[in-house]
């Protein structure tokens, strides 16, 4: 099955950049979506990567290399309300179809002031 | 305000019991997937529905199960509870069940088995 791999945590100061590393088995890949999920709360949409390169939004932007097994969250200008927990999920596709996402555990954000 | 709703909010039960975990998706979305999170496994993907019948399976057990209904809401199933299905139980929607479509997440069913 898939494998994913992200930080278990990183810390960062409020205004500054940080970037959100996540690995993951290639084979069936066809796709990358990171998710922001504050303790307690539902995962909520950031973005969703299927082609190589950087997609960015706002503050927020993704990258993806479909070849290296590679994708990072880079947040710019950090506010404390950045503090959560960020997944970074794969979509695999087997002979029958999508299978659903496969999430990585997660990398919990400290932002300190 | 993500649109899905989920009841209960809270469930203590007792192992070897069974209950029932309800979701309601977003207004026109037809697909509905269920996923289990506990602090050392992450999020697990366990089974999606789409339009009433299932569409994709994960990580789900013999014990679990669940369906979606024609007004496209979805129960899941737990049965013969042990307390290592204590967890967060969160629903999640889509329009059409495409892989690469957002999901939309409930606000989770937290259920402790004592």
């Known amino acids: 099955g898939q494998n994913i791999d992200q930080p278990t945590e990183m810390t960062a100061t409020e205004g500054a950049i940080v970037q959100i590393n996540c690995t993951y088995q290639?084979?069936?890949?066809?796709?990358l979506f990171w998710y922001q999920q504050h303790a307690g709360e539902a995962p909520t949409f950031l973005s969703y990567n299927v082609l190589d390169g950087l997609e960015e939004k706002g503050r927020f932007s993704s990258f993806l290399s479909r070849s290296k097994g590679y994708s990072y969250l880079l947040l710019k200008e950090l506010q404390m309300k950045d503090s959560a927990s960020y997944l970074c999920?794969?979509?695999?596709?087997?002979?029958?179809?999508?299978?659903?996402?496969?999430f990585g555990k997660g990398t919990h954000l400290i932002i300190q002031p | 305000d993500s649109g899905v709703t989920q009841t209960p909010k809270h469930l203590i039960t007792a192992t070897g019991q069974r209950v029932t975990l309800r979701c309601s998706p977003r207004s026109g979305d037809l697909s509905v997937y269920w996923y289990q999170q506990s602090l050392d496994q992450g999020l697990q993907f366990l089974i999606q529905?789409?339009?009433?019948?299932?569409?994709a399976k994960g990580n789900i057990l013999e014990r679990f199960s669940a369906q979606q209904f024609p007004d496209l809401h979805s129960e899941l199933n737990l049965s013969s509870l042990e307390l290592g299905d204590s967890a967060l139980y969160f629903c999640?929607?889509?329009?059409?069940?495409?892989?690469?479509?957002?999901?939309?997440f409930g606000p989770g069913t937290r259920l402790l088995v004592l």
């Open positions: 999920a794969a979509l695999m596709y087997s002979g029958g179809g999508a299978d659903g996402l496969t």
């Open positions: 529905y789409y339009n009433g019948e299932e569409r």
């Open positions: 290639t084979s069936g890949f066809n796709g």
């Open positions: 999640a929607s889509s329009a059409t069940g495409g892989g690469q479509e957002t999901q939309y």
